[in-house]
C-alpha cells in the first residue's frame, strides 16, 4: 500500500521568510495530493492540493509543486507569518487505479512562525 | 450549512470496556472516513465508506474495531474492550464523493478518547 513521508518534522522560520515541507510517496498509482493544515486543539482544514495531471499550483502565499517522476511533491508558503503556525500534513490517495479514498497522511510538519 | 459533527466530544472509559464513537458527516456527502490521531503524531486511517460499496476496513487494527454507517449517513465507530493504547483523537472527515480524484475531506472536531 501507499506509504508517506514527511520532513522536516518541526520547522522553524523567521516572520517573513519562506517555508519549505517535502513529502514522498511510494505508490506510482496515486494522484491526489492534498496538504491540511491543523491548528492546536483543532480539526485538520485543507489548504491546497494538486492532481498528477498538474505540476503546480499556486494560492496567494502558498503553493505546491508535484514531481511524478521522483515521486514527491513539496509545500511551499511565502512571507510566513505567525498565524501560518501550526501542523501541516500532506497525503496521498491510495486505491488501485487511481482514485481518491481514503487519505495516508505524512506525520506531519510542525511549523513555528517567529515574529 | 452545518459541518461534519462528532459526539461525544470527550470520552473517559476504564480498560476493558465497550466505547461508541458518533459521526454525522455533511448532508449530500456520500463517503465517510474514520481516522485516528495519538498525541504528536500524523492521522492513521481506519476506515473508509463510499455510498452503498462494502467498507474499506484494511486500516482497523484489530478485530476490537468495528463501524457501520446506517442508510447512508450517521456512522459509528465501536471499539470493544478498549487497552490504554487505544487512547487517541478519532476524527471523522466526509466528502462530496470518495471515488472520484480530488474531493475535499472536511474533518469533524474529533473524539478525544481516554482509556484508563
Known amino acids: 500500500g501507499e506509504n508517506v513521508e514527511q520532513h522536516p518534522s518541526t520547522l522553524s522560520v523567521q516572520e517573513g521568510d519562506s517555508a519549505v515541507i517535502k513529502c514522498t510517496y511510494s505508490?506510482?498509482?496515486?494522484?491526489?495530493f492534498p496538504w491540511y493544515k491543523q491548528e492546536l486543539g483543532k480539526r485538520p482544514q485543507l489548504i491546497i492540493d494538486?492532481?498528477?495531471?498538474?505540476g503546480e499550483k499556486k494560492d496567494q502565499r502558498i503553493a505546491v509543486t508535484l514531481n511524478k517522476t521522483a515521486k514527491h511533491f513539496s509545500l511551499h508558503i511565502t512571507e510566513t507569518q505567525p498565524e501560518d503556525s501550526a501542523v501541516y500534513f500532506c497525503?496521498?490517495?491510495?486505491?488501485?487505479?487511481?482514485?481518491?479514498?481514503?487519505?495516508?497522511f505524512g506525520k506531519g510538519t510542525k511549523l513555528s512562525v517567529k515574529p | 450549512g452545518a459541518g461534519v459533527s462528532q459526539s461525544p466530544s470527550n470520552k473517559v472509559t476504564e480498560k476493558g470496556k465497550d466505547v461508541e464513537l458518533r459521526c454525522d458527516p455533511i448532508?449530500?456527502?456520500?463517503?465517510l472516513y474514520w481516522y485516528r490521531q495519538s498525541l504528536g503524531q500524523g492521522l492513521e486511517f481506519l476506515i473508509y465508506?463510499?455510498?452503498?460499496?462494502?467498507?474499506?476496513k484494511s486500516g482497523l487494527p484489530s478485530d476490537r474495531f468495528s463501524a457501520e454507517r446506517t442508510g447512508g449517513s450517521v456512522s459509528t465507530l465501536t471499539i470493544q474492550r478498549t487497552q490504554q493504547e487505544d487512547s487517541a483523537v478519532y476524527l471523522c472527515?466526509?466528502?462530496?464523493?470518495?471515488?472520484?480524484?480530488?474531493?475535499?475531506?472536511?474533518f469533524g472536531p474529533g473524539t478525544r478518547l481516554t482509556v484508563l
Open positions: 448532508s449530500g456527502h456520500t463517503a
Open positions: 494538486i492532481r498528477s495531471n498538474v
Open positions: 505508490d506510482s498509482a496515486s494522484n491526489y
Open positions: 472527515a466526509s466528502s462530496l464523493a470518495g471515488g472520484k480524484v480530488g474531493n475535499e475531506q472536511f
Open positions: 465508506f463510499q455510498g452503498n460499496s462494502a467498507p474499506d
Open positions: 497525503a496521498a490517495s491510495s486505491l488501485p487505479g487511481g482514485s481518491q479514498g481514503n487519505l495516508i
